[in-house]
């Protein structure tokens, strides 16, 4: 009894003493037991004291909890956790200081005296692993020793952290890595760091160490960026050396954070002999409206010295622009761009560009603006083009090209449906009007100084197309679409021709002057499909599918002499010619015709058995998926009345080969000389035809299974892995796919009359990539030219991961680009810029 009441008493007591000193108005002393564990869980409610903290503060431990009245502490054992306001703070062992407000916690070691346990402290996203902390709760100061915390992409590691109540650290022998491991393979060692949160990081003089082995490398001072938000700053050129161009420092320059919507990168590549290039990029984005990029380059490559006889220099320049309009921004109207346009030569002899660009001898450009009017039929479309060949050094540019479409309406068609639809209801109607301004030239001739050369080049016009159409199903089995096409073409220049007896010459004249032509045709096709299907009884084939598609129809084209003229030649006889020879569109004139069209389609597919799938048990394979026969008479002509005869098949074999032919059948025969007669092939020889030319493609893949990879359980190391992936994208290795193969081979065969040669052009192609270990893997993409009996454009790579490190070589063995690129580098994006880039750059005169 007695001890009951001095229980109680005791009690009553430690509960006033506590009110003192914590907040709670509205927390329980109370225990609660859990499986075999104890824990006990310390809430106040009563009295608050003026020196009392903001919040609760919460207790646990699942060994025990041990009250010092005397010293005004509280010891926590086993798994032992105190929650406050936003702070976790968890540890093996926990002691508070009722009188300060002070916490500490630490391990505890096992009987291998290795330590367990170890103090684990969190504030919002921040998380502290040390191997003892102490804590102020009422100033929110705070010494952490031996500890390993994030910040941003990078890990800090210190002997001695001192946190300030703005959560600013203090720390005294520091190392800073990106390497997310214990003992990181690398560091920046400091005696002193400061972090500040959300900011930056900043050391004092700093060295580098690799396994824990000094380098010469330091730095007088360390400033890493410790934010989400993008920050301005230096870039650090790649050095080098070249034979041709001496020592060299490339992608050098500065990048400017301007906001959250632009920014831009200014980067330079100098060389000691008098080369340099330089590039400008942008990136713009408005959220929900637009994103975009510009990127400028301009380079001036010199050979040898202005004073010698071999001195040569190219100056090139390329200009890149892409423009996404966000499609909910204007539903009604979209404007995209992707310009690509530059000296044809830029590629060729800029060395800092791609292997894909390199190869490239076409680059386009397209400017477009679009607009529907509401929900009406009707839209404009406005677009600038440009085309150029770097062989053949042609440019095209289309300025303006405009576009206005009615979209397929049915003016036949009831508003209001009633019954069966009838066949006329069907017909649809539609209109296209394209008008175009365009120049082709040599791209020498593009010239400011001298525009009057292009500009007496341009030529324009416009074209305006009618379609009429209806589907009309007939007998049940047959579909028949007839159609009415009318089309003209409007030209504001013509030409005029006229035989000269005094220079006994052709003359041609450009006239001025409005000028139309017209043009129309009326077509009618029928197709059907038809099934067969054989069964079998044996226990892996099911049946085998074969599905026909026959299509028959008739094209007649009216006699026109729009545009027609003629003038009496020298030898005084009669020469037609069309005033729209010129013309962007071409002439309207046609020669009565009326076509036969013929084609058969067929697909052949085999269902087969699989006893392991219980959901899908039947499995269909395509045996093949096309092949395809068509050609067309002619009945109104006097003679070669048969077109060729196109042929086309297309099939899967065991899904990783693809296999495509296309050919040309001539159905006549040739004579003597090798010249084409109106007999048949097959009355001649006893053969179809003559095959006039044909392409056969072939493309190989295989790949090896993906290994399943196994979650990190690292915190750290799997976010660092994603950040990686995605800022690097284009360079990110997956080692999850052993090995994959790529061939491709083409074959193009060419023989269009009997004493022409055969003209035969093959080509194979072949790239993969194998992983030689868990971090070794090596790619290599090459082809082979069967004409010249070389192999064609090829490159090795070889990849070595090395956790947070990674190293490449790039390898180019012959060509006119054989080279070598060396790099060594750390992975995260924060500190790209620590690297060993090694190269060679051949010759580019």
């Not at 386009?364 to 406005?382: D, I, M, Q």
């Not at 077509?523 to 099934?531: H, R």
């Not at 084939?541 to 598609?549: G, S």
């Not at 074999?653 to 495509?660: A, E, P, R, Y």
Request: include cysteine.
């Amino acid at each position: 009894m007695k001890n009951n009441i001095c229980t109680n008493i005791l009690f009553v007591f430690f509960k006033i003493v506590l009110t003192l000193f914590f907040v709670s108005p509205h927390t329980l002393f109370s225990q609660e037991n859990k499986s075999d564990s104890t824990v006990q869980i310390l809430s106040i409610d009563s009295f608050i004291s003026k020196d009392a903290l903001e919040s609760k503060v919460k207790y646990k431990a699942t060994d025990s909890i041990r009250f010092d009245l005397k010293n005004q502490k509280i010891y926590l054992f086993g798994n032992s956790e105190i929650y406050y306001q936003d702070i976790e703070l968890k540890a093996e062992e926990i002691e508070s200081d009722l009188d300060s407000n002070m916490v500490t916690a630490r391990g505890k070691k096992d009987s291998t005296d290795k330590y367990f346990g170890e103090p684990i402290f969190k504030q919002a996203a921040k998380e502290f692993n040390a191997h003892e902390i102490k804590y102020n709760f009422e100033t929110k100061k705070g010494l952490i020793s031996d500890v390993k915390t994030q910040e941003g992409d990078g890990y800090i590691h210190g002997q001695k952290i001192y946190k300030e109540p703005d959560n600013v650290l203090y720390i005294k022998n520091g190392k800073y890595t990106t390497c997310n491991l214990a003992e990181p393979h690398y560091h920046f060692g400091a005696n002193k760091l400061k972090i500040i949160p959300n900011d930056k990081i900043i050391t004092g003089p700093a060295d580098l160490f690799i396994e824990n082995a000094p380098t010469p490398l330091a730095i007088p001072f360390g400033f890493f960026p410790n934010t989400d938000k993008q920050k301005s700053g230096l870039v650090i050129p790649a050095p080098g050396e070249s034979q041709q161009f001496g020592f060299f420092l490339i992608n050098g320059g500065y990048y400017l954070y301007i906001n959250e919507h632009l920014d831009a990168q200014l980067t330079g590549d100098f060389y000691s002999k008098g080369s340099w290039g330089t590039r400008f990029t942008s990136n713009y984005k408005n959220r929900y409206h637009f994103n975009g990029q510009l990127n400028v380059n301009y380079s001036d490559f010199k050979n040898s010295e202005k004073e010698l006889p071999d001195f040569s220099e190219k100056k090139d320049f390329f200009v890149r622009w892409t423009h996404t309009q966000d499609p909910k921004a204007r539903p009604n109207s979209s404007f995209n761009a992707n310009v690509n346009f530059g000296t044809t030569t830029n590629f060729t002899n800029n060395y800092n560009s791609s292997s894909n660009d390199y190869l490239s001898n076409s680059f386009n450009s397209s400017v477009a603006y679009s607009r529907r009017f509401g929900n009406s039929p009707f839209s404009l479309n406005l677009n600038a083009s440009h085309s150029q060949n770097s062989l053949s050094k042609l440019i095209t540019v289309r300025l303006p090209d405009v576009g206005f479409n009615m979209a397929r309406i049915y003016p036949f068609k009831p508003k209001n449906k009633a019954g069966s639809q009838k066949f006329y209801e069907k017909i649809g109607l539609s209109y296209n009007m394209n008008a175009r301004n365009e120049v082709t030239a040599l791209d020498s001739l593009y010239n400011i100084n001298e525009p009057q050369y292009l500009t007496q080049r341009f030529k324009n016009g416009m074209k305006h197309t009618i379609p009429l159409n209806t589907s009309i199903k007939m007998f049940k089995y047959f579909s028949l679409t007839p159609a009415f096409n009318y089309s003209e073409i409007w030209y504001i220049k013509t030409i005029n021709r006229q035989w000269s007896d005094t220079s006994n010459s052709l003359l041609t004249d450009t006239l001025n002057g409005f000028a139309r032509g017209n043009s129309y045709n009326m077509s009618a096709n029928m197709t059907t499909k038809l099934y067969g299907m054989y069964s079998f009884r044996g226990q892996k084939i099911k049946a085998l599918r074969h599905v026909i598609t026959p299509s028959i129809g008739v094209n007649y084209i009216p006699e026109n002499n729009s545009g027609l003229r003629s003038y009496i030649d020298g030898n005084n006889e009669k020469q037609e010619y069309s005033i729209f020879q010129d013309g962007i569109y071409g002439t309207s004139h046609t020669t009565e015709a009326g076509y036969v069209n013929m084609s058969l389609l067929q697909n052949f597919e085999m269902k087969v058995r699989n006893k392991k799938d219980t959901i899908n048990p039947i499995t269909k394979i395509t045996l093949l998926e096309n092949l395809g026969l068509s050609t067309n008479y002619n009945m109104l002509a006097d003679s070669f009345n048969w077109s060729n005869i196109s042929v086309t098949a297309r099939t899967y074999i065991l899904k990783f080969l693809n296999l495509n032919f296309n050919g040309s059948i001539d159905p006549y025969a040739l004579d003597t000389s090798g010249r084409r007669i109106n007999k048949s092939h097959l009355s001649e020889t006893g053969y179809i035809g003559r095959l006039t030319n044909a392409n056969i493609a072939l493309n190989f893949s295989l790949r090896s299974k993906t290994q399943n990879k196994q979650t990190k359980t690292s915190k750290f190391g799997t976010e660092e892995e994603l950040a990686y992936i995605n800022a690097n994208l284009d360079d990110y290795i997956d080692f999850d796919i052993p090995w994959t193969l790529n061939i491709g081979y083409n074959v193009n065969y060419s023989k269009p009359a009997f004493n022409d040669s055969e003209n035969i052009i093959q080509t194979f192609n072949f790239a993969g990539d194998m992983s030689l270990t868990k971090k070794w893997k090596i790619g290599f993409n090459s082809g082979y030219d069967f004409q010249n009996h070389k192999y064609t454009y090829t490159t090795i790579n070889f990849y070595r991961d090395l956790h947070c490190w990674e190293m490449s070589l790039q390898w180019i063995p012959f060509g006119v680009r054989q080279s070598y690129l060396f790099t060594i580098k750390v992975k995260s994006s924060i500190l790209q810029d620590l690297k060993l880039t090694r190269r060679n750059i051949p010759s580019v005169f």
